[in-house]
Nanobody, 121 residues
Framework: VQLQASGGGLVQDGGSLRLSCAASGRTFSGYVMGWFRQAPGKEREFVSYISRSGGRTDYGGSVKGRFTISRDNAKNTVYLQMNNLKPEDTAVYYC???????????????WGQGTQVTVSS
């Protein structure tokens, strides 16, 4: 499956962005979808995942209550709505697809190219 992330940009502290990740190739609904992020000089960090049907989600502690993941299997797209953004959310955000839900990046075999999110203070 090929993944294309979009929607990143520059936003002020407290602002919102919605990231999208469009999938092509194999059956999108057969994959767990995840979002990860990586800030300069830091390791890649789990942000969120959503199950195949969308019925199960999980979030990293630093984004819980502010970010919402969703998916539209008819459109082969997963979304990440990010509200109340903070400067520490600044990172490159990656979408990923895998077969097993979880917070570890090793579970995801397919990755998009990343989209930059910058939050100014």
């Amino acid at each position: 499956v090929q993944l294309q992330a979009s929607g990143g940009g520059l936003v002020q502290d407290g602002g919102s962005l919605r990231l999208s990740c469009a999938a092509s190739g194999r059956t999108f609904s057969g994959y767990v979808m995840g979002w990860f992020r990586q800030a300069p000089g830091k390791e890649r960090e789990f942000v969120s995942y959503i199950s195949r049907s969308g019925g199960r989600t999980d979030y990293g502690g630093s984004v819980k209550g502010r970010f919402t993941i969703s998916r539209d299997n008819a459109k082969n797209t997963v979304y990440l709505q990010m509200n109340n953004l903070k400067p520490e959310d600044t990172a490159v955000y990656y979408c990923a697809a895998g077969l097993t839900p979880g917070i570890y990046d090793a579970l995801y075999g397919y990755w998009g190219q990343g989209t930059q999110v910058t939050v100014s203070s």
